[in-house]
C-alpha cells in the first residue's frame, strides 16, 4: 500500500457506530485489494458483521471462548479472559506483521485493555512500534490519553438517543 505514513484510528464514545464504522473501512479498504484482518474482542465471532467479512476476503479473528461481560466475570474468568484476548491481540499483531496486513481492526478493544483484559504493556509497545506497512483501528469506550497521544484519528461517537434505553434489545443486522 502506498502512503506516506500509517496511521492509527481510534473510534470511541458511548453512542452507536464504532464497530459499524470499522467495518466500513475494511470494505472500503478490501474493495482497494488491501489485505485486511478483522480481530474481535469481548464478541464471540458471531456478529452479522463476520460474515459479510469473510465473504469478501477479510480475514476475521476472534476469541473462540467468550466470558460475557467484564462485570459478570468471576476472578478466575478475568484471568482466563486476560490469558485469552492478550493472546488474541498478539496473535493477530504477530500475523499482521510477518504477512504484511495493510489493515488491522481491533474491535471492542478499549473494553479488553482498560479492563485489564489484554496486557497492556504489550499492546502498547505494539501500537508504539507498529510497523510502517500497518493501519490501525480501535474501537471502544474511553480510551486512555496513552491511546489518545498515538492516534491520527480519533472519532467520538456521542448517544443523543437509543432504543436500548426504552428497554429496546439488540436487533440482528442492526446492533449485532
Not at 49 to 66: A, D, K, R, T, W
Request: charged share 30%; hydrophobic share 40%; aromatic share 10%.
Amino acid at each position: 500500500m502506498d502512503r506516506v505514513k500509517r496511521c492509527m484510528h481510534i473510534y470511541c464514545g458511548d453512542g452507536k457506530g464504532k464497530t459499524t464504522a470499522a467495518v466500513g473501512l475494511a470494505v472500503r479498504a478490501a474493495g482497494y485489494n488491501m489485505k485486511v484482518m478483522f480481530c474481535q474482542c469481548m464478541k464471540d465471532g458471531r456478529s452479522s458483521e463476520v460474515h459479510m467479512l469473510q465473504s469478501i476476503g477479510v480475514i476475521c479473528c476472534f476469541c473462540p471462548e467468550h466470558f460475557g461481560f467484564f462485570w459478570n466475570m468471576t476472578e478466575e474468568q478475568k484471568e482466563q479472559a486476560k490469558a485469552a484476548y492478550t493472546k488474541l491481540f498478539l496473535d493477530a499483531a504477530a500475523r499482521a506483521t510477518k504477512e504484511k496486513y495493510d489493515l488491522l481492526i481491533v474491535d471492542e478493544f478499549m473494553s479488553a485493555y482498560n479492563h485489564g483484559l489484554i496486557d497492556q504493556k504489550k499492546a502498547l509497545d505494539f501500537l508504539i512500534h507498529r510497523p510502517e506497512h500497518l493501519e490501525i483501528v480501535l474501537t471502544g469506550r474511553d480510551p486512555g490519553e496513552e491511546l489518545l497521544e498515538l492516534a491520527d484519528y480519533v472519532t467520538e461517537m456521542k448517544k443523543i438517543k437509543h432504543p436500548f434505553d426504552q428497554g429496546m434489545p439488540a436487533r440482528k443486522g442492526i446492533e449485532m
